[in-house]
C-alpha cells in the first residue's frame, strides 16, 4: 500500500556499563545480564517511531476483511487535519494573550489557522472546555462555518485530559483512514497551556501508539509554556512554545509548512 513517508529521526540509546576489575566473575555476569535486559527495554521503548520510516509497513490503519489494497480503486488521498483545543480553567488567564484571554487568543488563531488549510482537506475538532471533552466538529469538508461557530462556543474551564483528547484524536484519524483505505495524510494538531495530570491523564501511551503504529504526525503548539512538555519530543513531532497570539498563530500556520506536499500523479501512476 503506498505511504506518504514522514521523515522521522530516531534516537539511539547507548548503554555503558562500568564494573570494577576487583568483583568476581560472578557478579561481572549477573551485571551484564542485567545490562542487557536494561537494553533491551531502552530498545522496545524506541522501537515506538519506526512507522513512518518502515517502507514495508502498511499495518495501518487495521482493516477489516475484504477491506484490502485491491479496494484502492475508489480510495481518495485526502489531507486530514484533527485539531484539539485546550479549554482548561488556564486558558481563562490573560497571560501571553496580548490583552484578552489565551482563549480567546487562542479562537482567533484557529479561526486564521482554519481559514487557510485548503479547501479540499478534511478538519474536525475536539475541545475539553467547561462542557467536558468531546468532538465538536467531524472530520469534513465545507464545515469551516461550523468549526468558526463551535470555537465561539468554547468556554474555558476544566482540568487538562490530555490522554482522552489525544486519543479521541487519534480513532477520529483511524475511522478516516479506513475510509481512505490508508491513502492520504493524517495531521494531530495540539493546542495547549498546561501539563496533564500524571495520574491518569499522561499522553505518553496513547503518543507512543500513534508513533509505533500510525504514520500520523503530530503538531503541538504550546501556549504559555516552555518547551519543557510531555509532547515536546524533538525528531519524533512537530513542537512550537507561543507567547503571544502572534506567535500562536504564526506556530499554527506553520502546521501547513511542515505537512508534506502529496503528489497526486504518483497516487494515480501508481493504481
Known sequence: MLRKIIPIGIAAVALVVILSNKEP????????????KIAKRHAAANSSSPYALDVQRSSWPPLTEGETSANAVGATATTNYYVVLDGSGSMQSKQCGGGTS?????V???????????????VGLAAFDRRAISERVALGV?????????????????????????QIGYDKL???????????????????????????EDPTPVVQDILSESPIVLHTVGFC???DHVLNQP??????????????Q?????????????DATKFQESH
Open 25 to 36: 566473575p560472578s557478579v561481572d555476569k549477573k551485571a551484564e545480564k542485567i545490562a542487557n
Open 102 to 106: 489565551r482563549v480567546d487568543a487562542a
Open 108 to 122: 482567533e488563531a484557529m479561526k486564521s489557522f482554519f481559514a487557510t488549510v485548503p479547501a479540499d482537506a478534511n
Open 142 to 166: 465545507g464545515n469551516r462555518d461550523a468549526l468558526n461557530d463551535a470555537l465561539g462556543n468554547i468556554r474555558a474551564g476544566s482540568d487538562t485530559p490530555l490522554r482522552t483528547a489525544i
Open 174 to 200: 483511524t475511522a478516516q483512514a479506513r475510509k481512505q483505505l490508508g491513502y492520504g495524510e493524517y495531521h494531530l494538531v495540539i493546542v495547549t497551556d498546561g501539563q496533564p495530570d500524571p495520574r491518569s
Open 225 to 227: 509554556i516552555d518547551a
Open 235 to 248: 525528531s519524533r513531532m512537530f513542537y512550537a512554545s507561543a507567547t503571544s497570539p502572534e506567535e500562536l
Open 250 to 262: 504564526k506556530s499554527l500556520h506553520a502546521v501547513l509548512a511542515e505537512a508534506p506536499s502529496f
